[in-house]
């Protein structure tokens, strides 16, 4: 176990920015840290590394206690959201920072500045300042800071947030192949899902203070714990329904709940787009009526938005040939199936 | 082809009319810069060109002269010489000190603390000169003690002093991580008590056995040498904290959050990161700061007691050579100041072409939640 979080607390004023948080972080892993602004996220980050103060718990560094280490004594590379870059130093300067204040020889940093500009792919910038340099190699000349002292944990701060779309995709990649390189246990915080998914091993969702839940990426996508991760997750189907005998009603449809998840009562029901099948014949009872709105057949899928009998909105999503097969048009009246879904009590968690 | 012409036509023509609709014409133009021309002229160029017109009138002779052979003008200009140093030392001291407290806590009081910086911008300096009188004049709160055994305090406040720098200086050298602070680091409330209480101690007894200072002889704060420099101090302080905190809170904490994670130690950050950072707003700060000391007249005049050869500064002996009706003498004096203010303005002017525009600094900062 590389880090270990135990019951870490922290309030700013009147506003609870962690509740009693507890995480392990497995040992070479790079995990993302995934929420809504507000959620915490960033909090945690800064605890971590020593530059906030957990009013209450524990932070773990291989079976040591760091919680009471300053941040200068806990060995991580911290990247932030603006890459605070030292504006009056060059660019071999910045990088060799974290070594020249360990009182590291010279040579030896000068080699490995080299090293890093490489690993980075900016040899030849050395001499230029920060100013000169474009959003995107900012962001690298501050993770190769950050890595130039050899880090126990490397932590960043929404390391995309400030780039171009362009540069962010570029980056994403390449951080994922650099974490492949070196290898070192590593946290980024992030408030884009796709983000997320595509960089990290492991996703963290976290609200208000509280983890929602933890999983690879597959595991949070396809078995989102909560209806929060549901809704923050986006691209799903929302029906207020009603449990009665364990079996949830929404319009004329009657399904049955997956066993032991489900109070009785009111209920939220999810599902994800490319789950509901539609038909064009009622075939069995499990269906409801729907009448088609609007199509949009740019990219792979399909998406069509369609009225369900009771006036609410569902998006559905098709490949293109199952599109063509069914032949739909505007205002056509359909039968739609749901394969899979997830059911919550009204009120909160499932 | 063609149409885009005729699209682009009507767009220059609009370009061409919306410029005039800007712009003033042509003798609203010309007569404002003749007005403002006209009133820097006769409000400021012909008073400078005066002063050395007059204090050459009776030749370069003439003006060394006066300039050199009165020994109470000769004394003016060390005693500013030496005051304004003091002041500007003291100033850059509690200035950033301030700077520091504001920009980087947030504190009760800290609003009012803002505010009260600026005290010494809005009191006028006559009351600030009253204010040191009432307290260290004669007839001040501290008077009839200052009076009989002034220097009495004097071994307190030293020995203080040396308490402070001992503390400062063990938490300066203290090592920051545990492992490497060996036996009497790992102890810091024993070694600063017993520390200072041993410091403070051995420097009282040192000082008392040894009579440094003198026994039963007033210390002369007001109408002397260390009230002039209480005054400056006191109307010049706005100018360092003021120049330094809008930098500090623009450059903001995260370098030096950034130099924290990398390893660096306090002193560290401040030598790498913050100095660097606030260079040359603490310059433009001393800048201000000097030319404003130099030529404070209002409370210096009241604490002063205007006693020439003694506490007469370069403004009062102006003041006092006019009175006198000796003009070459007083345009003499005056020309020095201004040059010495001409010289400031110049390293200004020198300075702000020299620091390159903030905006090529600092990357654009938006205001961003930090959870």
């Known amino acids: 176990m590389s880090i270990l979080i135990k019951n870490v607390s922290k309030t700013f004023g009147n506003f609870v920015a962690l509740d009693r948080v507890s995480l392990e972080v497995p040992d070479r892993v790079l995990l993302a840290l995934l929420g809504p602004s507000g959620s915490g996220k960033t909090t945690l980050l800064r605890i971590i590394a020593g530059l906030e103060v957990a009013d209450s718990g524990n932070v773990l560094y291989q079976k040591e206690d760091i919680t009471d280490q300053s941040a200068r004594d806990r060995k991580v590379g911290f990247v932030f959201q603006h890459y605070a870059l030292f504006r009056h130093m060059t660019v071999a300067e910045n990088i060799g920072y974290g070594l020249r204040v360990r009182k590291t020889p010279k040579a030896k940093i000068r080699q490995r500045v080299g090293e890093l500009l490489k690993l980075i792919r900016l040899e030849g910038l050395q001499a230029r300042y920060p100013g000169q340099l474009s959003g995107g190699q900012r962001q690298r000349v501050a993770l190769a800071r950050a890595l130039a002292a050899e880090p126990r944990v490397l932590l960043l701060?929404?390391?995309?947030?400030?780039?171009?779309?362009?540069?962010?995709?570029?980056?994403?990649?390449?951080?994922?192949?650099?974490?492949?390189?070196?290898?070192?246990?590593?946290?980024?915080?992030?408030?884009?899902?796709?983000?997320?998914?595509?960089?990290?091993?492991?996703?963290?969702?976290?609200?208000?203070?509280?983890?929602?839940?933890?999983?690879?990426?597959?595991?949070?996508?396809?078995?989102?714990?909560?209806?929060?991760?549901?809704?923050?997750?986006?691209?799903?189907?929302?029906?207020?329904?009603?449990?009665?005998?364990?079996?949830?009603?929404?319009?004329?449809?009657?399904?049955?709940?997956?066993?032991?998840?489900?109070?009785?009562?009111?209920?939220?029901?999810?599902?994800?787009?490319?789950?509901?099948?539609?038909?064009?014949?009622?075939?069995?009872?499990?269906?409801?009526?729907?009448?088609?709105?609007?199509?949009?057949?740019?990219?792979?899928?399909?998406?069509?938005?369609?009225?369900?009998?009771?006036?609410?909105?569902?998006?559905?999503?098709?490949?293109?040939?199952?599109?063509?097969?069914?032949?739909?048009?505007?205002?056509?009246?359909?039968?739609?199936?749901?394969?899979?879904?997830?059911?919550?009590?009204?009120?909160?968690?499932? | 082809m063609n149409t885009e012409a005729a699209v682009q036509k009507p767009q220059a023509g609009a370009a061409a009319r919306i410029q005039r609709a800007r712009q003033d014409p042509t003798w609203v133009r010309w007569g404002l810069t003749l007005v403002a021309v006209a009133v820097v002229g006769v409000l400021v160029v012909i008073p400078v060109v005066n002063i050395f017109v007059q204090a050459l009138s009776d030749g370069v002779g003439g003006y060394w002269k006066n300039l050199v052979a009165d020994p109470d003008t000769r004394h003016s200009i060390i005693l500013t010489l030496t005051v304004v140093p003091i002041a500007l030392v003291a100033n850059i001291i509690f200035g950033f000190m301030a700077a520091w407290a504001i920009a980087r806590f947030d504190f009760p009081g800290r609003t009012l603390l803002t505010a009260l910086i600026d005290l010494p911008f809005s009191v006028s300096p006559v009351v600030a000169g009253l204010m040191f009188v009432l307290i260290f004049g004669l007839q001040g709160y501290l008077g009839s003690f200052l009076r009989e055994d002034g220097y009495s305090v004097m071994p307190y406040l030293i020995s203080l002093l040396a308490v402070g720098v001992f503390i400062l200086l063990f938490f300066l050298f203290r090592p920051a991580s545990p492992k490497t602070r060996h036996e009497l680091w790992n102890h810091p409330w024993t070694v600063v008590l017993v520390g200072s209480a041993g410091v403070f101690g051995l420097l009282f007894f040192l000082q008392v056995h040894f009579e440094v200072w003198p026994r039963n002889e007033s210390l002369k704060i007001i109408f002397a040498t260390p009230g002039l420099v209480l005054a400056t101090a006191f109307v010049t302080f706005p100018f360092v904290a003021r120049e330094l905190i809008p930098v500090m809170e623009a450059v903001g904490p995260d370098e030096e959050l950034a130099a924290l994670s990398l390893g660096a130690s306090g002193w560290q950050i401040f030598r790498h990161i913050t100095v660097p950072n606030i260079k040359w707003g603490l310059v433009y700060g001393v800048i201000l700061c000097n030319a404003r000391a130099m030529g404070e007249f209002g409370a210096v005049y009241v604490v002063s007691g205007h006693i020439a050869g003694q506490t007469d500064t370069m403004p009062l002996r102006i003041e006092k050579l006019f009175q006198e009706y000796n003009l070459p003498g007083a345009f003499a004096v005056a020309s020095v100041l201004t040059l010495l203010a001409i010289l400031t303005l110049m390293a200004k002017i020198k300075l702000e072409r020299?620091?390159?525009?903030?905006?090529?600094?600092?990357?654009?900062?938006?205001?961003?939640a930090r959870l």
Do not use: C
């Not at chain 1, 989102?224 to 691209?235: M, Q, S």
């Not at chain 1, 032991?260 to 038909?279: K, N, S």
């Not at chain 1, 990219?299 to 739909?328: A, C, Y």
């Not at chain 2, 020299?354 to 961003?368: D, H, Q």
């Open chain 2, 354 to 368: 020299k620091v390159p525009s903030r905006a090529n600094l600092s990357e654009p900062k938006t205001k961003e």
């Open chain 1, 157 to 350: 701060d929404e390391p995309f947030g400030a780039l171009d779309a362009k540069v962010r995709q570029d980056l994403r990649q390449w951080l994922r192949r650099l974490h492949e390189e070196i290898h070192v246990s590593s946290i980024f915080v992030t408030h884009d899902q796709e983000e997320a998914f595509e960089v990290a091993d492991r996703v963290v969702v976290m609200n208000e203070g509280r983890i929602e839940q933890i999983g690879t990426p597959e595991q949070v996508y396809d078995h989102p714990a909560t209806p929060f991760v549901y809704n923050f997750l986006g691209n799903v189907n929302l029906f207020q329904s009603r449990v009665v005998n364990g079996k949830a009603r929404i319009g004329s449809l009657e399904m049955e709940v997956p066993e032991g998840t489900h109070p009785e009562g009111q209920a939220v029901m999810y599902v994800r787009p490319h789950l509901l099948d539609i038909e064009q014949q009622a075939t069995g009872a499990d269906h409801f009526r729907a009448r088609v709105k609007h199509i949009n057949r740019t990219g792979p899928l399909v998406k069509i938005e369609l009225m369900t009998e009771w006036g609410d909105f569902v998006n559905v999503e098709m490949s293109q040939e199952r599109f063509r097969h069914l032949g739909l048009k505007s205002d056509l009246e359909v039968f739609v199936k749901p394969r899979e879904v997830r059911v919550f009590s009204a009120t909160g968690r499932a």
